[in-house]
């Protein structure tokens, strides 16, 4: 069994200067976790979650918007998003952010 490389996901960000930064850290069947790097004014648009989520918050501050509702988060909060939920996640402060998605199972066992 191979190994993943070792990621710092806080030093090793996926900053993108055209839209929000995205990579996979995570792959098996029952698991995927994607590191996001979003700089003041990016926004991961809005979209359905596609397996059941969490997102923790390792720096900065999200504006999170879960079916319409919004709220905000700081960094070490990890925060439940149900499976077909819509939602939109935006960084409107001053300062970079970084969080990961935790997918489980991985979206493509998830049933409609």
């Known amino acids: 069994m191979s190994q993943n490389p070792i990621t710092n996901v806080l030093t090793d960000a996926p900053w993108s200067d055209n839209q929000f930064g995205r990579r996979v850290v995570v792959e098996t069947d029952e698991l995927m976790v994607m590191h996001i790097a979003l ?61 990961l998605v935790l997918k489980t199972p991985h979206p493509s066992r998830m049933q409609s």
């Open 39 to 99: 700089r003041p004014g990016q926004e991961v648009p809005l979209h359905r979650a596609n397996s059941n989520v969490h997102l923790l918050v390792l720096a900065g501050t999200i504006r999170l918007q879960l079916d319409g509702v919004e709220s905000i988060h700081h960094a070490g909060e990890l925060v439940p998003v149900v499976f077909q939920t819509p939602m939109r996640i935006q960084n409107d402060a001053d300062s970079d952010v970084i969080f």
